[in-house]
């Protein structure tokens, strides 16, 4: 009986497949550095800059208007910003935010998201 061929064979197929899909995984977690960042001066600019954009999140938008704490809040709340920037990276779509923009977002994201 040859078996052992065959069982090689799937084994290396599994360890081929486990190999890609371990190169598909988003980049390692940012963890907050126990920092406090503010809305008004550390995280709107951020907004700003990558969402709060025409066609994306800006005044007016369907897809839900960042211009100001209280169109992000709702976001903020259901865990779609959370979901969305800091876990999956999907947003800003079409760019990305750099490790420090990250570790800024999570710090504020994880200190309750004041408007402060």
């Known amino acids: 009986m040859r078996q052992r061929p065959l069982f090689r064979l ?3 197929g599994w360890i081929a497949t486990a190999t890609l899909l371990a190169g598909c995984t988003k980049t390692a977690s ?3 550095d126990g920092s406090a960042p503010s809305f008004a001066s550390d995280v709107q600019p951020i907004i700003q800059a990558s969402c ?3 066609g994306c999140h800006g005044s007016g938008s369907r897809n839900g208007d960042f211009t100001s704490y ?14 969305e920037v800091l876990v ?3 947003m800003p779509e ?6 420090s923009q990250l570790q800024t977002l999570q710090c504020w994201y994880d200190n309750g998201y004041e408007n402060n």
Request: with cysteine; net charge positive; hydrophobic share 40%.
């Open 30 to 32: 940012i963890v907050c």
């Open 88 to 90: 999956n990276r999907t």
């Open 70 to 83: 209280s169109g992000l809040y709702g976001d903020l709340v259901n865990g779609q910003f959370n979901r």
């Open 10 to 12: 799937v084994a290396a």
């Open 52 to 54: 709060a954009l025409s």
């Open 94 to 99: 079409g760019s990305s935010l750099s490790t």
